[in-house]
């Protein structure tokens, strides 16, 4: 272990401590844990890093996860699970015209860009580290990237039955990816450029929202 790591560790540990209820204990583990995670990659991360910066025993990560995998799995499902959350939300709520389903989902994506720094950092860290560890970019592409090409399929579908999207939209491989891809894209440009220099979410937002309308309307379908 580095001496600058050993001395990151005893300042954690050396924080006031106060005994937390077991509703607040689990996700101040996963906050310790993301930025474990963030600061020293997947590789050099370790529990009692993790523990440390919790203000816990070591003990007591290893009481909720076996190991690190499992750390980190739970750390991404942290993050992501408030949008999928809202996602879902939006669709089960709204009754009203698939086309502006989907355009508050876009919007909702762009948004989420801006305004959450957690879900910037899990994906930095995913995009540094699944090359060298495949097992990570498994765990994103079953449930992260799964999950949310079956929400933009689902939308996709309803629009296609009630005659506003293209009859042939529903069957067309790759088509919920496509949807998805310019706001991961935005996300990455972010982290490389900074928000200052990337280009601007709310432009790619509304030029977004106007290609994914104009591609899948239907034939009949007027422009609105």
Not at 74 to 85: E, G, N, T
Not at 110 to 115: G, K, L, N
Request: with cysteine; charged share 25%; proline share 6%.
């Amino acid at each position: 272990m580095s001496e600058e790591r050993q001395r990151t560790e005893t300042r954690h540990s050396a924080l006031p401590r106060r005994r937390l209820t077991a509703a607040e204990r689990l996700p101040q583990i996963l906050e310790a844990a993301l930025e474990e995670f963030a600061e020293n990659g997947f590789g050099g991360a370790s529990m009692a890093g993790a523990a440390a910066r919790a203000g816990v025993a070591k003990g007591l990560i290893y009481h909720y996860f076996p190991g690190k995998a499992e750390l980190f799995a739970a750390v991404v499902r942290s993050c992501v699970q408030p949008l999928f959350d809202e996602a879902e939300r939006l669709v089960a709520d709204h009754s009203g015209s698939p086309t502006a389903l989907l355009r508050r989902l876009v919007e909702l994506g762009y948004a989420r860009i801006a305004a959450e720094e957690r879900e910037a950092l899990m994906f930095k860290l995913l995009i540094a580290e699944a090359d060298r560890f495949p097992e990570l970019a498994a765990f994103y592409r079953t449930e992260v990237l799964s999950r949310a090409l079956a929400l933009a399929g689902a939308v996709v579908r309803a629009g296609v039955a009630v005659g506003e999207f293209r009859p042939d939209a529903a069957d067309e491989p790759g088509l919920a990816a496509v949807l998805l891809a310019p706001i991961t894209m935005a996300a990455v440009w972010r982290l490389m450029l900074g928000p200052a220099e990337a280009p601007s979410l709310d432009a790619m937002c509304r030029a977004h929202t106007a290609l994914v309308v104009n591609g899948l309307r239907s034939p009949q379908r007027q422009p609105s």
